[in-house]
Nanobody, 122 residues
């Protein structure tokens, strides 16, 4: 079992940047594919990005491709989401998740953090 805690959210103006972190405790993070999802008010939780366990393969939603970068540091048991050129439509609660494969499907991820709020103003 692994426990996940997100941090780094906040309020930023459009065009700005934020870096989210997801710290894991319990089982080592290198055992899992890591993903980021987000949920805006009144909308379904949607896939943002994922990264493989150790070879650096990544997958991004089209809406964030070229603006967001997912990375991980297995020695620190932490995964990151660097978000640049933020837009108001990126406003959401962002969740990190751990699972067995690099996939966009929410149900494939076994463990979830509590989320961190990101708000992008005009």
């Amino acid at each position: 079992q692994v426990q996940l805690v997100e941090s780094g959210g906040g309020l930023v103006q459009a065009g700005g940047s934020l870096r989210l972190s997801c710290a894991a405790s319990g089982r080592t993070l290198r055992s899992y594919v890591m993903g980021w999802f987000r949920q805006a008010p009144g909308k379904e939780r949607e896939f943002v990005a994922a990264i493989s366990k150790s070879d650096g393969r990544t997958l991004y939603a089209d809406s964030v491709k070229g603006r967001f970068t997912i990375s991980r540091d297995n020695t620190k048991n932490t995964v990151y989401l660097q978000m640049n050129s933020l837009k108001p439509e990126d406003t959401a609660v962002y969740y990190c998740a751990a699972g067995p494969m690099v996939i966009t499907t929410r149900r494939a991820y076994d463990y979830w953090g509590q989320g961190t709020q990101v708000t992008v103003s005009l």
